[in-house]
């Protein structure tokens, strides 16, 4: 079945990067994403990958696919205590019916 | 962008009792889903709201303990039966738009508790 992997907490320092990691298991998704969710708020699209794609830069994020090995990764520079939040890696899929399956979820601490 | 408004934004209901949470889209969409987020998980996906006709429900989820309605392309209905406490989450309606299936809109959420 579908199954999408993340780590749960990642730490950094202001100013520095962060990459977020996440697997996923179904070769047929079309589009993977990153949502963003701060405490108390919905869900907040920051940016997706169509699966033919291999990088995608959008300003200060950078999300790097690799199909082969189902590898996703999402990557923050120059990471600003705003920046704190979950992190959801998530991958539209039509196994079974077409919807979007979401990892657990990764919580990102940003130190001034 | 696409606008979803769901009500309530919360509750706090009784056990045994049930609950029905409204999404309303601004513009028709072909898809619309409904997700449940329980206390410091993920989302979780409970049914695919049809229009129309009986939505889809994924593993782990019934139609007796979630109802759903879609009348519409902008409107559907899911209703939390006979709650007990392990119903408290945040329930989220979600939705793509016709012809724009790239991204996902969601609603702010309900947030459910159970007492």
């Known amino acids: 079945g579908e199954d999408v992997e993340q780590s749960l907490f990642l730490s950094v320092r202001e100013g520095d990067s962060s990459v977020i990691n996440c697997t996923y298991t179904d070769s047929s998704s079309t589009y993977l994403y990153w949502y963003k969710q701060e405490p108390g708020a919905g869900l907040q699209l920051l940016t997706y990958i169509f699966s033919n794609m291999d990088m995608k830069q959008d300003q200060r994020l950078t999300v790097l696919l690799n199909k082969k090995d189902k590898h996703l990764s999402l990557r923050i520079a120059d990471t600003q205590t705003g920046d704190s939040a979950i992190y959801f890696c998530a991958e539209r899929t039509y196994t079974g019916g077409f919807k979007t399956i979401f990892g657990a979820g990764t919580r990102l601490f940003v130190k001034a | 962008s696409a606008v979803i408004s769901q009500k309530p934004s919360r509750d706090i209901c009784q056990r045994g009792t049930s609950l029905t949470i409204q999404c309303q889209v601004d513009s028709q969409v072909t898809m619309m889903f409904w997700y449940r987020q329980q206390p410091g998980q993920s989302l979780t996906l409970i049914a695919t709201?049809?229009?129309?006709?009986?939505?889809?429900?994924e593993s782990g989820f019934v139609i007796d303990k979630f109802p759903i309605s879609r009348p519409n392309l902008t409107f559907s209905t899911l209703t939390v039966s006979n709650m007990s406490p392990e119903d408290s989450s945040i329930y989220l309606c979600?939705?793509?738009?016709?012809?724009?299936?790239?991204?996902?809109?969601f609603g702010q959420g309900t947030r459910l508790t159970v007492v």
């Open positions: 709201a049809n229009q129309g006709s009986e939505a889809t429900y």
């Open positions: 979600s939705v793509l738009r016709e012809g724009l299936d790239t991204e996902a809109f």
